[in-house]
């Protein structure tokens, strides 16, 4: 790992064991780039690397030197109106009316470690020796501004990490419209562009598309990164599957409005932008002010997507995750939601976490609806006390009760959202996102607290830290459950209205940084009607996310296939409830909803109580088998080995080893059964090809050379022992395997 710059060519090469990256200063003193992919051995220079060449209906900047042009070079982070046509990085409105900027080098500093970022969730070290920082320094002398470019490489993760911070050294104002975090050119555009697009209830399934000319993007303008787009983009080589072919990933470690886009030029180069979504932004910068965007990593791949996955599961896991809980084993939890809903008391809910201690969990959730006068969906959010009429002895009393059942006690909030009916609208009906003279849209009955004022976020702040103080709570599930609408501030100036939702964002990462700074005991789950704000910028304070409000198991076959894209199983909420599902009413057995519960955080969300003997002896065993496999599951290597995407009515199977590659543990699971079933055969991944394993349930045992390759065949003893069972719909297995030695 090592950063160099050569001062001859002024080129920068970061690399590790892996990976290069390659920066040259242009003539012209922007920055170019010539390389990002597999390592490549350093030379004294890279300057083969840099293409231009003249063209006819080209602009260039030197009136003798018509070769180069900014139409046509690669580029690390442009600017606009010096002869490129492409989408700048950075867009600045000025007191004079224009929008030409010009970021010219003046200086870099190379340091080891990785800095944090202001006021922003980010990637960190826990030793400078980690990782190297590269910051570059430009300025535009003309404005008095400079711009700040980072670029962090890993020792241990095959990642690029990029932000930019924009500083107003001048007294005039800057006015700016688009700040992108990382921009980065391709010398071609031969890719085909994955993203994870969906809805509330079928979040980031997989999307695949070919990259053309013109532009292509994902975005979200709702004041969230959304259901609807992830901020997460990857572009692979034509033919890249799985496990084998080159890939880029670029995932944004922000939990707000967002913009990822490739833009394929005439001469099929590719640009690639992610960062704040330009559209409705707008960040005025005084004179000594700065501006810090997110940040993007940027990960490269060449045994495909599952490798790809693989360096954001480990990066993530181990140094996005924070606090205790980032190594700490996850308590398996029920929740009460499905099981009452608003309908309960502190008997009824007494009398569900009994019957849940005696089958084995270990933490019970109490949801939506212990607060305020709150009977249904329409009142009392912001009002964060005790219903008396359902809990007479407050939370602190239901906690003890809980706690001395042997239970840990956990509890819902939704800190961000405001209801009409509510002590606190009444009180403060300023405190709403809002836009004067404009009506109010409702959204699941409630308005979005406006974030942005520091006075709400403290006065949220402390009705939550008086209760945790309070009561016994060692878990919080944060909600957040409509977007936002009439974006607006009654709080700040005309000039700085497009500042509201960024402003919001950054509201949020500040009340989480307090809560989590002052009970750092405490495990917080981030939820957002769902799945609906599972992004990087949230796990750094939220070690996991509730994935879907779709508990359905068929449904969350392609859910959390599509969420391990980027995300390790250890931060994915998943939960086994009730038959019929309660979102689709599906009917699915207890083993495939937990077989494909396992494969997350596992819980339970139905009411115990009305099991029976039989279901419960099974719940235990299941209990029981995640227990002994958790910690295994949540920091083994995921592999996903046949897609629900690709074969909606068939086989959808992943796996995870060890990181020792001693031990496997496989999902098998079929949606619809099939008439006269032949011979089935799996390949596996990830085991080591000189160990022999056993396979539960089989006599022979196998070397990891023969599963791999060959794969695990279902041969007529086994059909007629086992997969039996796949003669009807919605059925599933788990397959344990173990190095013999």
């Given at each position: 790992?090592?950063i160099?710059?050569n001062?001859?060519t002024?080129?920068f090469?970061?690399?590790n064991?892996?990976?290069?990256?390659?920066?040259?200063?242009f003539?012209?003193?922007q920055?170019?780039?010539?390389?990002?992919?597999?390592?490549?051995?350093?030379r004294?220079s890279?300057?083969?690397?840099?293409k231009t060449r003249?063209?006819?209906?080209?602009?260039?900047p030197?009136?003798?030197?018509?070769?180069?042009?900014?139409?046509?070079?690669?580029?690390e982070?442009?600017t606009?109106?010096?002869?490129d046509?492409?989408e700048p990085?950075?867009?600045?409105w000025?007191?004079?009316g224009?929008?030409?900027?010009?970021?010219?080098?003046?200086?870099?500093?190379?340091?080891?470690?990785?800095?944090?970022?202001?006021e922003?969730?980010?990637?960190?070290?826990?030793?400078?020796?980690?990782?190297?920082?590269l910051?570059?320094?430009?300025e535009?002398t003309?404005?008095?501004a400079?711009?700040?470019?980072?670029?962090t490489i890993?020792?241990?993760?095959?990642?690029?990490?990029?932000?930019?911070r924009?500083?107003?050294?001048g007294s005039?104002?800057?006015?700016?419209?688009?700040?992108?975090?990382?921009?980065?050119?391709?010398?071609?555009?031969?890719?085909?562009?994955?993203?994870l697009?969906?809805v509330?209830a079928?979040?980031?399934?997989l999307?695949?598309r070919?990259?053309?000319?013109?532009i292509?993007?994902?975005?979200?303008?709702r004041g969230a990164?959304?259901?609807?787009?992830n901020?997460?983009m990857?572009l692979?080589?034509?033919g890249?599957k799985?496990?084998?072919?080159?890939?880029?990933?670029?995932?944004?470690?922000?939990?707000?409005?967002?913009l990822?886009?490739?833009e394929?030029?005439?001469?099929?180069?590719?640009?690639?932008s992610?960062?704040?979504?330009?559209?409705?932004?707008?960040?005025?910068?005084q004179?000594?002010?700065?501006?810090q965007t997110?940040?993007?990593?940027?990960?490269?791949?060449?045994?495909?997507?599952?490798?790809m996955s693989?360096?954001?599961?480990?990066?993530?896991?181990?140094?996005?995750i924070?606090?205790?809980?980032?190594?700490?084993?996850?308590p398996i939890?029920?929740?009460?939601?499905?099981?009452?809903?608003?309908?309960?008391?502190?008997?009824?809910?007494?009398?569900i976490?009994?019957?849940s201690?005696?089958?084995?969990?270990?933490?019970?959730?109490?949801?939506?609806?212990?607060?305020?006068?709150?009977n249904?969906?329409?009142?009392?959010?912001?009002?964060?006390?005790?219903?008396?009429e359902?809990?007479?002895?407050?939370?602190?009393?239901l906690?003890?009760?809980?706690?001395?059942?042997?239970?840990?006690?956990g509890?819902?909030?939704?800190?961000?959202?405001?209801?009409?009916?509510?002590?606190?609208?009444?009180?403060?009906?300023?405190?709403?996102?809002?836009v004067?003279?404009?009506?109010?849209?409702?959204?699941?009955?409630?308005?979005?607290?406006?974030?942005?004022?520091?006075e709400?976020?403290n006065y949220i702040y402390?009705?939550?830290?008086?209760?945790?103080?309070?009561?016994?709570?060692?878990?919080?599930?944060?909600?957040?459950?409509?977007n936002?609408?009439?974006?607006?501030?009654?709080?700040?100036?005309?000039?700085?209205?497009?500042?509201?939702?960024h402003?919001?964002?950054?509201?949020?990462?500040?009340?989480y940084?307090?809560?989590?700074?002052?009970?750092?005991h405490?495990?917080?789950?981030?939820?957002a009607?769902?799945?609906?704000?599972?992004?990087?910028?949230?796990?750094?304070?939220?070690?996991q996310?509730?994935?879907?409000?779709?508990?359905?198991a068929?449904?969350r076959?392609?859910?959390?296939y599509?969420?391990?894209?980027?995300?390790?199983?250890?931060?994915?909420?998943?939960?086994?409830?009730?038959?019929?599902?309660h979102?689709?009413?599906?009917d699915?057995?207890?083993e495939t909803?937990?077989?494909?519960?396992?494969?997350?955080?596992?819980?339970?969300?139905?009411?115990?109580?009305?099991?029976?003997?039989?279901?419960?002896?099974?719940?235990r065993?299941?209990?029981?088998?995640?227990?002994?496999?958790?910690?295994?599951?949540?920091?083994?290597?995921?592999?996903?080995?046949l897609?629900?995407?690709?074969r909606e009515?068939e086989?959808?199977?992943w796996?995870?080893?060890s990181k020792d590659k001693?031990?496997?543990?496989?999902g098998?699971y079929?949606v619809?059964a099939?008439?006269?079933?032949?011979?089935?055969k799996?390949?596996?991944?990830?085991l080591n090809p000189?160990?022999e394993?056993?396979?539960e349930?089989?006599?022979?045992?196998?070397?990891g050379?023969?599963l791999?390759?060959?794969?695990?065949?279902?041969?007529?003893?086994?059909?007629e022992?086992?997969?039996?069972?796949?003669?009807?719909d919605?059925?599933?297995?788990?397959?344990?395997i173990?190095?013999?030695f």
């Open positions: 790992m090592s160099i710059f001062e001859k002024r080129e090469h970061l690399f064991d892996n990976i290069s990256y390659i920066i040259k200063i003539k012209n003193e920055l170019g780039h010539l390389y990002f992919g597999k390592k490549v051995r350093h004294e890279f300057e083969h690397l840099l003249q063209r006819a209906d080209t602009p260039y030197f009136e003798d030197d018509p070769t180069f042009s900014l139409d046509n070079v690669l580029q982070y442009p606009y109106g010096t002869s046509f492409r990085a950075v867009h600045i000025q007191e004079d224009s929008r030409i900027t010009n970021f010219k080098y003046k200086s870099y500093r190379i340091f080891n470690g990785k800095p944090k970022l202001k922003l969730p980010a990637v960190y070290v826990e030793k400078a020796e980690e990782a190297v920082t910051e570059i320094i430009l535009d003309y404005i008095n400079e711009l700040y470019l980072l670029y890993f020792e241990e993760y095959d990642t690029v990490v990029r932000s930019a924009l500083v107003n050294k005039q104002k800057l006015n700016i419209e688009s700040v992108m975090s990382m921009s980065v050119d391709f010398l071609d555009g031969e890719f085909e562009m994955l993203h697009s969906g509330w079928r979040e980031r399934e999307k695949v070919r990259v053309e000319q013109g292509q993007s994902v975005s979200s303008t990164s959304s259901a609807v787009q901020p997460f990857a692979k080589r034509y890249t799985e496990h084998n072919g080159e890939v880029y990933g670029f995932s944004l470690v922000y939990s707000g409005s967002f990822a886009q490739v394929m030029d005439y001469d099929r180069q590719a640009r690639v992610m960062g704040i979504n330009p559209f409705d932004f707008k960040w005025l910068l004179g000594g002010e700065e501006f997110p940040e993007v990593v940027m990960v490269y791949s060449d045994k495909g997507l599952n490798g693989h360096i954001y599961h480990d990066l993530y896991r181990n140094r996005l924070r606090g205790v809980w980032r190594d700490k084993t996850r939890l029920i929740n009460n939601w499905e099981a009452t809903y608003f309908d309960f008391d502190e008997d009824k809910i007494v009398q976490a009994k019957t201690k005696e089958l084995g969990l270990e933490l019970f959730v109490l949801d939506d609806g212990w607060f305020g006068k709150r249904n969906d329409k009142s009392s959010l912001g009002d964060w006390f005790a219903n008396g359902k809990l007479p002895n407050g939370i602190k009393g906690a003890e009760r809980i706690v001395e059942l042997g239970m840990q006690f509890l819902w909030f939704e800190p961000e959202m405001i209801s009409k009916n509510s002590m606190l609208y009444e009180k403060h009906p300023d405190w709403v996102l809002c004067k003279g404009r009506n109010k849209s409702f959204g699941r009955n409630q308005y979005v607290l406006d974030f942005s004022r520091k709400v976020v402390e009705m939550m830290a008086k209760i945790l103080k309070d009561a016994q709570i060692t878990y919080i599930k944060w909600d957040m459950n409509r936002m609408t009439e974006i607006g501030s009654l709080a700040l100036p005309a000039e700085r209205q497009g500042e509201v939702a402003r919001y964002i950054l509201g949020v990462y500040s009340l940084e307090r809560l989590t700074s002052e009970f750092p405490i495990l917080f789950e981030s939820c009607g769902g799945g609906g704000r599972f992004d990087p910028g949230l796990l750094y304070y939220a070690p996310t509730w994935t879907s409000d779709n508990t359905d068929v449904e076959l392609k859910i959390q599509g969420t391990s894209m980027v995300y390790p199983l250890s931060c994915m909420g998943s939960h086994v409830s009730a038959s019929p599902n979102q689709i009413l599906r699915t057995p207890l909803r937990a077989n494909t519960a396992y494969f997350g955080t596992f819980g339970y969300e139905l009411d115990v109580n009305k099991l029976s003997e039989e279901e419960k002896e099974e719940v065993a299941q209990i029981k088998f995640f227990k002994e496999y958790r910690e295994f599951i949540h920091s083994g290597d995921f592999y996903r080995l897609s629900p995407f690709d009515d086989f959808t199977a796996a995870v080893v001693q031990e496997a543990l496989v098998l079929q619809l099939k008439a006269n079933l032949g011979f089935f799996l390949r596996l991944v990830g000189e160990y394993y056993i396979v349930g089989r006599e022979e045992t196998y070397f050379d023969e791999m390759n060959i794969g695990l065949v279902f041969n007529k003893q086994y059909i022992e086992g997969i039996k069972k796949f003669r009807k919605f059925t599933s297995q788990l397959i344990k173990k190095s013999k």
